[in-house]
């Protein structure tokens, strides 16, 4: 009988230890997800809207597109 309660206590030791553990790999990933949408968003602000330029012609002598000259 002392072996069974020596099991039991054990058992719920590791329970108790997986929760905790469990606990603490949720709360990582929310963080982690926290972080990755603040990143995303950041980067978003950095882009900013495209510049218009307008209408483009090729510039043979560059190699490049360039905004049409007036």
């Known amino acids: 009988m002392p072996q069974f309660i020596a ?3 054990a058992g719920a030791a ?9 606990k ?5 990933a929310e ?3 926290k972080t990755r949408e603040d990143m995303e ?3 978003a602000e950095a882009m900013g ?3 218009d330029l ?13 905004p049409k000259s007036g």
């Open 7 to 9: 099991f039991a206590v």
């Open 14 to 22: 590791l329970y108790a230890g997986y929760r905790l553990i469990a």
């Open 24 to 28: 603490g790999l949720e709360r990582a």
């Open 31 to 33: 963080e982690a997800r």
């Open 41 to 43: 968003r950041r980067a």
């Open 49 to 51: 809207t495209p510049k």
């Open 54 to 66: 307008g209408t483009l012609e090729w510039d043979e002598r560059a190699g490049v597109y360039r």
